[in-house]
C-alpha cells in the first residue's frame, strides 16, 4: 500500500566500480534486461534497492495497523471480509518486500530490529489516524491509488524480485482499490449524511496522499541517478500529476470538493494543478513526529512481543520432530 | 535480536499444465511450518495446486552471467548419486515469472548437478539455473489440496473484478452529461 520514495544521497554512483563491469551492468538495463541475485551490480545500485526495498516492506507491515484497527467494527459482514482480507494482503506484501530485500543480502532480523526500534523508515500516511468509516473507503481510493502508480513503475524496475514482487502486489492493490472506490461512490451519492462523510474523508487524506509520492524534483537529486539504472523511471513530480488528473476527474464526477483553494485547470498543458504542499508537516511526519507515529510502532513491538510464546512453541515443535526422527 | 529462521525458497504449480514456479520464500522453523507459511503467503488467491519447498541453503544458483565466468574444472563431487530438480528463468518479458521447474538429473553435487543441468537442458535463452537435490523438496501432498487450497476458491471479494466501479462510474458519467 506504499509509496512515498524518500530521498537519498547517492554520491557519485560507483565511484570504485570498475568501469567494464560497469558499462556492461548499466548496457543490460538499457536492453531491458532485469539483474538477477548473483549478476555483477554497482554497490551503490545495492544499497539504493536494499532502502527503498526494506522501506517498502515496512510501509505494508505497518500498513496494517490503520484498518485493523476497523476490522471489529466494520458495518456488516461483507466489509468485513472484505476488510480483513485487504490487511492480510498488507501482511503479504510486507513479506514479498522483505524476500526481495533478502536477495540482495540484508537478512530479515535486521530489517525487522530496524523497525522495531524506531531507526527504519516508512511512509508516512500511515501516521495518519483513520476517524470514521468512510475513511476505510477514502483509503483504498486514494492511499492505495497513490501507491499503485508508484508500483505499477516499480512493476517495470531493472532488478528482477522487485520487479516481480510488485507485479503480485498491483495486481492484489487492484482489489484494495476499488473496494475503496465502490465504498466512496456510494457514500458520495449517497444521503447527505454519507456524502458529509465521504467529503469529511476527503478533506483530511488530499494533502497526506500528494505527500505519499515525495518531496518536489527540485528536491530529489538522485532521480536521475536511479532512472538511470532502470530503477525509478517516473519521476515524484510525474507520477504525482498523474495520481491528480485522474483522482480529480473521478472527485468531481461523484461530486466531492477538492480542498484546495489554489486549485486550477491548465488549458494550455491539460493539467490540473495544486496548491502548495506543506513539506513541514511532510518531514515532521517522517521524522517521528506525526500524529500517530508513536502508536504504529508501539503496537507493532507489541505485536512481536506477543507473538513471542508462538515462535518458541513453533521452534520447539520444530526440534522435537528433528529430535524423534 | 530474534531469529526470524531459515529461509525456503516456494515453489508454486497453478495450472495442471504449467510447471512449479518459485514465488519467493518464507521463513520457518521446519519444512511442514514452510509449507503452511507459503500457504498463507502465496495462496490467498485462485489457484493453486501444488507447492514446494526447499531451505535455500539447499538451492545452488548461477546466473547467465556467472555461469559464463565458471571455471567447470574445479566442480567437486561427492560420493554417491542423487536426483537434483533443475529450475530455470527462461524470459526476461513475463515479469511474474522467475525459475521455472525444467526436469531433474542425476548427481554427486550441488556444482555437479549445474553442469550436467546444462549439458541436458542446453544454456541458450537461459537467464537463471537453480539446482536443488531432490530429498531437500517437502511437497504438498494430494490429500492436503482441499484443505491447503480450496478456501482460497470460495473468496471471490478479493478479486478486482468483483466490483463494478468502472461500470459505475461510466454510468454516472453518461448521468451528468445528460
Not at chain 1, 170 to 193: D, V, W
Not at chain 1, 203 to 216: D, E, I, K, S, V
Amino acid at each position: 500500500m506504499c509509496a512515498n520514495i524518500l530521498p537519498t544521497d547517492i554520491t557519485l554512483a560507483s565511484q570504485n566500480a570498475d568501469p567494464a563491469k560497469l558499462a556492461a551492468f548499466e548496457a543490460r538495463i538499457t536492453r531491458g534486461e532485469k539483474i538477477e541475485p548473483g549478476d555483477w551490480m554497482p554497490a551503490e545500485y545495492r544499497k539504493q534497492l536494499v532502502r527503498m526495498i526494506s522501506q517498502h516492506a515496512h510501509s505494508e507491515y505497518v500498513g496494517m495497523l490503520p484498518e485493523g484497527s476497523w476490522i471489529t467494527r466494520a458495518p456488516n459482514l461483507r466489509q468485513k471480509l472484505v476488510l480483513i482480507a485487504k490487511v492480510q494482503d498488507e501482511g503479504g506484501h510486507g513479506q514479498y518486500l522483505y524476500h526481495a530485500a533478502e536477495t540482495l543480502g540484508a537478512t530479515r532480523e535486521e530489517m525487522i530490529e530496524a523497525l522495531l526500534n524506531g531507526r527504519a523508515k516508512y511512509s508516512s500516511i500511515f501516521n495518519y489516524p483513520p476517524l470514521t468509516w468512510a475513511d476505510m473507503g477514502m483509503i483504498g481510493w486514494l492511499v492505495d491509488g497513490a501507491a499503485i502508480k508508484n508500483q505499477t513503475m516499480l512493476a517495470h524496475c531493472s532488478y528482477g524480485p522487485y520487479s516481480r514482487a510488485m507485479v503480485r502486489i498491483c495486481a492484489e492493490e487492484s482489489f484494495h482499490n476499488k473496494q475503496g472506490k465502490e465504498m466512496i461512490y456510494r457514500y458520495a451519492l449517497g444521503t447527505p449524511k454519507q456524502k458529509a462523510m465521504a467529503q469529511d474523508a476527503l478533506n483530511r487524506w488530499w494533502w497526506p496522499t500528494l505527500m505519499m509520492f515525495g518531496p518536489h524534483d527540485s528536491d530529489s537529486p538522485n532521480t536521475p541517478q536511479l532512472a538511470r539504472w532502470g530503477i525509478k523511471t517516473k519521476s515524484n513530480d510525474e507520477l504525482r500529476q498523474e495520481f491528480v488528473d485522474e483522482t480529480i476527474a473521478e472527485a468531481h464526477l461523484v461530486g466531492l470538493t477538492i480542498p484546495d483553494p489554489d486549485l486550477r485547470y491548465d488549458e494550455a498543458s491539460g493539467h490540473w494543478l495544486i496548491g502548495k504542499i506543506d513539506w513541514d508537516e511532510f518531514w515532521r511526519v517522517v521524522n517521528g513526529d506525526g500524529p500517530c507515529n508513536k502508536e504504529r510502532l508501539a503496537a507493532r513491538n507489541k505485536a512481536h512481543d506477543d507473538g513471542q510464546w508462538v515462535r518458541e512453541a513453533l521452534a520447539a515443535y520444530a526440534h522435537k520432530s528433528k529430535s524423534a526422527i | 535480536m530474534d531469529t526470524q529462521w531459515p529461509r525456503y525458497e516456494v515453489f508454486e504449480k497453478e495450472r495442471p499444465d504449467w510447471p512449479h514456479r518459485n514465488a519467493g520464500s518464507v521463513h520457518a522453523p521446519d519444512a511442514e511450518m514452510a509449507l503452511e507459511n507459503a500457504r498463507d503467503v502465496f495462496v490467498r488467491r485462485p489457484h493453486c495446486l501444488s507447492l514446494w519447498v526447499a531451505p535455500a541453503s539447499e538451492i545452488f544458483s548461477m546466473t547467465a552471467e556467472q555461469l559464463a565466468g565458471f571455471d567447470w574444472r574445479s566442480v567437486p563431487a561427492g560420493p554417491d548419486s542423487e536426483p537434483y530438480l533443475v529450475f530455470q528463468k527462461q524470459t526476461q518479458r513475463a515479469a511474474e515469472t522467475f525459475v521455472v521447474h525444467v526436469g531433474e538429473v542425476e548427481a554427486r553435487s550441488h556444482a555437479e548437478a549445474m553442469s550436467h543441468a546444462v549439458e541436458k537442458f542446453g544454456s541458450g535463452g537461459v537467464f537463471v539455473w537453480w539446482v536443488c537435490p531432490a530429498r531437500a523438496v517437502t511437497r504438498s501432498e494430494e490429500s492436503d489440496v482441499s484443505a491447503m487450497f480450496a478456501p482460497s476458491e470460495s473468496k471471490p471479494y478479493r478479486q478486482p473484478h468483483f466490483y463494478k466501479v468502472i461500470a459505475q462510474l461510466r454510468e454516472i458519467k453518461s448521468k451528468a452529461s445528460e
